[in-house]
């Protein structure tokens, strides 16, 4: 068994990965197990002001500061539910303390495993127009699109001033539907929610096309690793050179 760190932005996201990965241990290993995990959270409103200017080193140094804690907690490795924070992730700089899965390839991953070609991003502003997700997906072969610049600016206020905050309301939800159903009829045959908080808003059932749950394919993929079933991650921040779609 290997110890998992999450590295927390978002205290709704994280919260989300931590009991995802807690139900797979159940689901695996019996009732009430798991591998062991550790959060580690540094307020996001701490970084707020350099999102705000674009200064990403800054969001990396305050990320830089949770792996060590964690790394020192007996974490064998990361995962950031935060697909927003990957884009300061992957920028240059000196190595994490411990290995990470990245969020962008696991999804990647996951999308190429059932065969679609074009995937829409729904995420924050950060993420729908960052480098993340077109990296992780045309390494694998597949297209992708946003929302246009009036919905990104709905669905990116939606998410700061109402998802981060734990409200989900039916109105918002509509909200998000619409916009998928507007990516459907552009030739998305699947939608990445990729912001941690969607989820809870936008679920299968409701959406008009299939959903890529980015935080709970993280976790799952995290107690792969903890368990055992697959590989330590090798990824230690900055540029990812290859895409396996397993995060490594």
Not at 5 to 32: D, K, N, W
Not at 151 to 168: M, T
Not at 175 to 189: F, N
Request: charged residues 20%.
């Amino acid at each position: 068994m290997k110890h998992c760190g999450i590295l927390a932005h978002s205290a709704e996201g994280a919260a989300l990965c931590f009991l995802t990965f807690c139900h797979e241990g159940a689901r695996h290993m019996g009732t009430h197990m798991h591998p062991d995990i550790s959060i580690d959270c540094i307020a996001m409103g701490q970084s707020m002001p350099a999102w705000d200017a674009g200064d990403y080193a800054a969001i990396r140094a305050i990320h830089a500061r949770s792996a060590a804690r964690l790394a020192k907690a007996g974490a064998d490795f990361f995962v950031c539910p935060e697909n927003t924070s990957h884009i300061a992730l992957e920028t240059a700089g000196p190595e994490f303390a411990l290995p990470g899965l990245n969020i962008g390839d696991v999804v990647a991953g996951e999308a190429a495993a059932n065969g679609y070609r074009k995937v829409g991003i729904l995420g924050t502003r950060y993420t729908m127009n960052g480098p993340v997700y077109p990296r992780a997906l045309s390494a694998l072969g597949i297209d992708h699109e946003v929302p246009d610049r009036d919905e990104q600016a709905a669905i990116n206020r939606i998410i700061f001033d109402e998802l981060c905050n734990g409200v989900f309301t039916d109105v918002s939800r509509s909200v998000y539907v619409a916009v998928i159903e507007r990516l459907k009829s552009r030739g998305c045959d699947a939608v990445a929610l990729v912001c941690t908080e969607i989820p809870l808003l936008v679920t299968e059932d409701v959406s008009p096309l299939p959903t890529l749950d980015s935080t709970r394919l993280l976790a799952r993929a995290a107690f792969a690793v903890a368990a055992g079933h697959a590989p330590l991650p090798h990824w230690t921040g900055g540029l990812v050179t290859s895409n396996k779609g397993d995060g490594r």
